[in-house]
């Protein structure tokens, strides 16, 4: 759909500016109005924190019944909750079964095997275009015939109009993975594993690597130490330079580690991109004889191989249960792209959840999205506005696709370590956030008695990330588990309200 944007981009500049907006006044069958449980509070006291910082709403998903509303409609960080508000949007416009597509055009003419000329590539925004996919698409190319290239690759991302991003400017650590911006031509999510391991002579450290990028060169200057296996980063220090081709490893490694591992990302897209495909093509019998570099591709050239996506419905599963942000931000820059015409761009996607919202009928007013995913200083919401929302997507076709994207308590996604051996264990179904000074929980509980109910939490407070929030969440699912209507709550006054702005890394 083609349409122009420039009204709701002004739209969606007020809303997510406006401090101030609040949703609608609790209904009537709120009872709980300003109270906490019992053993939420005494959670609190146990790690010395005010209940200022907490918001929570717990809602029957059968009648709307809402069993709890505590501070519902302050405006909070939500840290990774924020992707649902972007997966339902997706799931809702996309459908399940839509598909990215990468397009490869031959520059050139192909003889005998040979392409006399540049391979060209047409980012199409996949979100999981990762190496066993690669592998499948370069295979696909071998079978059509293709052997060498003699020319280089030439990588169109035109589709993407997004800023370069600057993986430092959110925590100063570049080099994580949860830092990795978007790209139209986005490749295994530009992560590199390592393992290190102590050498048969007791002294150095070997160190593999996976994927192994012809175009990455590593500097070992690790040795051995004595010692149990324990420390930030197991000792280990990084240094590589931005854009360069070049990583240097030092420092000491502790003898009782057997084996470690550490995901990086240490090049640019493109040379990442370049060093895989070249990587799996050797593997694959394949030849190239040039570099890399970006263009912009005629649109009108006829299409050698267009390699499509999994459905959107398996990707939601891989971006909720694990909380990818690179993957939301590809997703995100999509429903701009869909929307609106290309290129997609951050305010097009911020439009279209806006009108999006609107069509559904959603009260999102006080919502501030930038990047979709949640990993921001700058994202707000209400619970009141998340419980909207979960309900929503309850009565929603596609609700299957969406609930079986959340954490199942106890068994996989981000909740798979918590509640393994309580009677909690698959009964809910989650998404989690974290951020420095902030937590956050949304989903679905079902409680002994067979009830669902929705329930979300935000909690922005000093140092909740280090396990207190989640005993406040945990104490919150308990009590959600064992609700019974005729339970008494504890009153508990809001003080010392701490501002939503602290963050962190997630």
């Given at each position: 759909?083609?349409?122009?944007?420039?009204?709701?981009?002004?739209?969606?500049?007020?809303?997510?500016?406006?401090?101030?907006?609040?949703?609608?006044?609790?209904?009537?069958?709120?009872?709980?109005?300003?109270?906490?449980?019992?053993?939420?509070?005494?959670?609190?006291?146990?790690?010395?924190?005010?209940?200022?910082?907490?918001?929570?709403?717990?809602?029957?998903?059968?009648?709307?019944?809402?069993?709890?509303?505590?501070?519902?409609?302050?405006?909070?960080?939500?840290?990774?909750?924020?992707?649902?508000?972007?997966?339902?949007?997706?799931?809702?416009?996309?459908?399940?079964?839509?598909?990215?597509?990468?397009?490869?055009?031959?520059?050139?003419?192909?003889?005998?095997?040979?392409?006399?000329?540049?391979?060209?590539?047409?980012?199409?925004?996949?979100?999981?275009?990762?190496?066993?996919?690669?592998?499948q698409m370069l295979s696909e190319l071998r079978r059509r015939g293709l052997q060498k290239i003699d020319g280089d690759l030439v990588f169109d991302k035109s589709l993407f109009a997004v800023p370069?991003?600057?993986?430092?400017?959110?925590?100063?650590?570049?080099?994580?993975?949860?830092?990795?911006?978007?790209?139209?031509?986005?490749?295994?999510?530009?992560?590199?594993?390592?393992?290190?391991?102590?050498?048969?002579?007791?002294?150095?450290?070997?160190?593999?690597?996976?994927?192994?990028?012809?175009?990455?060169?590593?500097?070992?200057?690790?040795?051995?130490?004595?010692?149990?296996?324990?420390?930030?980063?197991?000792?280990?220090?990084?240094?590589?330079?931005?854009?360069?081709?070049?990583?240097?490893?030092?420092?000491?490694?502790?003898?009782?580690?057997?084996?470690?591992?550490?995901?990086?990302?240490?090049?640019?897209?493109?040379?990442?991109?370049?060093?895989?495909?070249?990587?799996?093509?050797?593997?694959?019998?394949?030849?190239?004889?040039?570099?890399?570099?970006?263009?912009?591709?005629?649109?009108?050239?006829?299409?050698f191989l267009r390699w499509q996506s999994r459905p959107f419905g398996e990707i939601i599963r891989l971006i909720n249960k694990h909380s990818n942000n690179v993957m939301t931000r590809q997703v995100?820059?999509?429903?701009?792209?869909?929307?609106?015409?290309?290129?997609?761009?951050?305010?097009?996607?911020?439009?279209?959840?806006?009108?999006?919202?609107?069509?559904?009928?959603?009260?999102?007013?006080?919502?501030?999205?930038?990047?979709?995913?949640?990993?921001?200083?700058?994202?707000?919401?209400?619970?009141?506005?998340?419980?909207?929302?979960?309900?929503?997507?309850?009565?929603?076709?596609?609700?299957?696709?969406?609930?079986?994207?959340?954490?199942?308590?106890?068994?996989?996604?981000?909740?798979?370590?918590?509640?393994?051996r309580d009677s909690l264990k698959g009964r809910a179904h989650l998404k989690t956030g974290r951020l420095d000074d902030v937590t956050a929980m949304a989903g679905y509980v079902m409680s002994e008695?067979?009830?669902?109910?929705?329930?979300?939490?935000?909690?922005?407070?000093?140092?909740?990330?280090?396990?207190?929030?989640?005993?406040?969440?945990?104490?919150?699912?308990?009590?959600?588990?064992?609700?019974?209507?005729?339970?008494?709550?504890?009153?508990?006054?809001?003080?010392?309200?701490?501002?939503?702005?602290?963050?962190?890394?997630?």
């Amino acid at each position: 759909m083609s349409c122009q944007p420039s009204r709701l981009l002004q739209r969606c500049a007020v809303v997510c500016s406006a401090a101030g907006l609040l949703l609608l006044a609790v209904p009537s069958s709120a009872t709980s109005l300003g109270e906490l449980p019992k053993q939420v509070t005494r959670t609190l006291e146990r790690f010395d924190l005010q209940p200022g910082g907490l918001s929570v709403r717990v809602e029957s998903v059968d009648t709307g019944e809402v069993i709890l509303d505590f501070q519902s409609d302050i405006r909070r960080n939500p840290a990774s909750t924020m992707k649902l508000v972007t997966t339902y949007a997706a799931l809702s416009t996309l459908n399940p079964g839509y598909v990215w597509h990468t397009d490869v055009i031959l520059d050139g003419e192909l003889v005998d095997g040979v392409l006399q000329g540049d391979l060209q590539i047409r980012g199409g925004g996949d979100p999981y275009l990762v190496q066993e996919t690669l592998w499948q698409m370069l295979s696909e190319l071998r079978r059509r015939g293709l052997q060498k290239i003699d020319g280089d690759l030439v990588f169109d991302k035109s589709l993407f109009a997004v800023p370069d991003n600057d993986p430092a400017a959110f925590d100063s650590e570049p080099l994580r993975a949860y830092n990795v911006g978007p790209d139209a031509l986005l490749t295994n999510f530009k992560v590199i594993q390592f393992w290190f391991e102590p050498a048969e002579n007791g002294r150095d450290v070997k160190i593999s690597q996976s994927p192994r990028l012809p175009n990455l060169t590593i500097d070992n200057a690790l040795t051995v130490k004595p010692g149990r296996c324990r420390g930030y980063q197991r000792g280990i220090r990084i240094d590589a330079q931005p854009k360069g081709d070049t990583v240097r490893f030092s420092g000491e490694f502790p003898a009782g580690c057997k084996r470690y591992a550490m995901g990086r990302t240490l090049l640019t897209h493109d040379q990442y991109t370049f060093g895989l495909f070249k990587s799996v093509w050797q593997q694959l019998g394949g030849d190239i004889t040039g570099g890399f570099r970006q263009a912009v591709t005629d649109k009108e050239a006829d299409v050698f191989l267009r390699w499509q996506s999994r459905p959107f419905g398996e990707i939601i599963r891989l971006i909720n249960k694990h909380s990818n942000n690179v993957m939301t931000r590809q997703v995100f820059l999509t429903l701009g792209l869909e929307r609106f015409e290309a290129p997609a761009t951050v305010e097009k996607a911020r439009a279209a959840i806006i009108r999006w919202a609107d069509e559904q009928g959603l009260l999102l007013d006080g919502l501030a999205i930038d990047n979709g995913s949640g990993l921001s200083r700058e994202a707000r919401m209400t619970p009141r506005a998340m419980t909207e929302l979960l309900r929503d997507a309850w009565r929603s076709p596609f609700m299957p696709e969406f609930i079986a994207s959340l954490s199942l308590v106890g068994i996989d996604g981000t909740f798979r370590r918590r509640h393994k051996r309580d009677s909690l264990k698959g009964r809910a179904h989650l998404k989690t956030g974290r951020l420095d000074d902030v937590t956050a929980m949304a989903g679905y509980v079902m409680s002994e008695n067979g009830r669902r109910y929705i329930v979300a939490v935000m909690h922005n407070d000093r140092n909740v990330h280090r396990g207190a929030g989640e005993a406040v969440q945990d104490a919150v699912l308990r009590w959600v588990y064992r609700y019974k209507s005729d339970e008494p709550l504890l009153s508990a006054t809001p003080t010392n309200v701490v501002p939503a702005e602290a963050g962190g890394s997630q």
